[in-house]
């Protein structure tokens, strides 16, 4: 059986998630079950939270490299787990930490990269999604081995457990010397809501929604969803709503259940990285917005006046 | 300090994108234009230039010949002089032939700083930065939205999801800019007229002493097997605003089981 080495994202304390994996770790342990068996890689100490969290979604072997934070050493260490698993694929996260390290990571092994992709096949053949789903680009590595990355939401994630066996990697010295520094960290205030990629719901508010204000009411459907806020950048250069929130070519991609667009006309740009969610609703007051030729449902009229009609339906239908 | 800017040329309108029969994006048909993400870089460079604190601003593409006419726009917003890696053995090239080759010629042109965008608008892979990081031993400061450097250290801000970060290295180093970093400004006609005259050096493979069968089709370690249109969303509802507009939204999202529970 083809074994797929999925590198296991750790979050910040500050995320809140007890093991300190990402959901799309678990999307990726899951997918990679589907093709043969899934082997993870983490950088972390063998910890029984996070191995107890990778036996859950079926890692067979796990590979632990110590709690390593920069890029280069951390995709030395992958790289050596690839050469002692070799496996047919790693498969990463698509964000931009994981982008970093695949394209690493491609470099060491000397191999194929296909990045963004939205589902793997047995092949492996990633499938990308290309001009805002535009076109369906299936795609494959020529050698022994590729490097995909694969964009959250792909997969839902599905726990099988497995007795993984505990495999330690010493982290490759030298890379102090060419390493870039953090010499200043301000955490974000902590949010209640989920994170914009991982939320299966989000709801969006564009230039349409007028001020900063305005974002209030954004954030109140949001909330009534339990869902989590995204912003267009015309929300986002407005200094409406802050830039973490943008979804789009140069912000998020998100693949919700549901994502719901206010006041965002809906630019090829944004809508590259919102058009997986599975169901997409818009309003606005323009009936030619493009939004509309995407949404499942829209609803051409004022923000302001569609909104608070639907938080009192839902608070009537609850 | 010397800075090197890396610049891509991508099709000219997002509406011309389309495929060539051996599946590689045509992008010779079309004409080439500086990539938009890259402007913020190319200002960047130009900004370092004219505060003094960068001697030399030096464009360095790889593309096809169309690619001149993104060398010509950055020239024309600053800079000195520029390198055109141009050899038809590229077409085609992937991701890890555009680093290696831009890695090789980075090192024939020397540098204290190298300046990227933060992913092409074509490609949109966001990869090619670290990968010439990882091949040249680099430290790689991602995702600039401000930048600046004082006696041989760069530094940079950026906003991650959790927290807004500094983050500093010594020179030489790789830097990518988002595009919150800052527009770039329109050349003014007599720059443009200026530009002309900046030498622009063309290399070929053989002037890298790369293998062309590394590169290019012929050398690329992935391959597209099939394309086709994506799935045509179905027509969804449109509905004008009226009295019963939010009610119709609540039962359609009802019906996919999207309402929130109570
Ligand atoms: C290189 C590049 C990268 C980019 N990356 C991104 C990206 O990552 N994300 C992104 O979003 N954009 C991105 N853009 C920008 C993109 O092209 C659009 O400019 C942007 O998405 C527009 O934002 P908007 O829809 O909020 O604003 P607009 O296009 O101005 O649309 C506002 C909409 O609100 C509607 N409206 C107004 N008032 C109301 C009301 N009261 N109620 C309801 N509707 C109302 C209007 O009818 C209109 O349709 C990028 C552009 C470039 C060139
Ligand atoms: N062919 C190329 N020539 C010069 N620079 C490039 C090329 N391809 C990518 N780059 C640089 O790498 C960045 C990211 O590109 P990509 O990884 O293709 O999304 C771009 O913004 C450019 O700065």
Redesign the pocket.
Known sequence: MPSFLVFAERVGNDNGAKDGLTTSTLELLTLARRLGEPVAVVGAEPDEAVIGRLAEYGAAVVYCYGNVAEPAAQAAAISEAARWEQPCAVLIGTGPEGKRLAGRVAVRLDCGILTDAVDVEPGPVAVQSVAAGAWIVRSEGVGEIVVITVRPGAVRSQAAPAKPRVERIEPAAGHELSAARVVAHTPLPGGKRPALTEADIVVSG???V?SAEGFALIEQLADAFHGAVGA????TDEHWYPREY??????KTVSPQLYLA?????????R??MQSSRTIVA????PK?P?FQTADFGVV????SVIPALLEEIGRRS | MKIICLIKSVPASAADTGFSADHTLARDSVDGQLS??DEYAVEQAVRLREAGVAEQVTYLTMGPSSATEALSKALAIGGDDAVHVLDDALHGSDALATSLVLAVALERCGFDLVLCGMGS?DAEMSVVPSMVAERLGLPELAFAGELGVVDGTVRITRHTDHAVEQIEAALPALVSVT?QIGEARYPTFRNIVAARRKPVQVWSLADLGIEPALVGSAGAATAVRAIGAGPARAAGTIIGDSEVAAAALADFLAGRKLLPQP
């Open positions: 564009g230039r349409g007028g267009s950048r015309g929300a943008q979804v789009g070519q140069t912000g206010a006041g965002i006309s809906g630019a090829i740009q944004h590259a990285g309003i606005d007051t323009d917005a939004i009229g004022d923000l302001f | 938009e993400l608008t595009d």
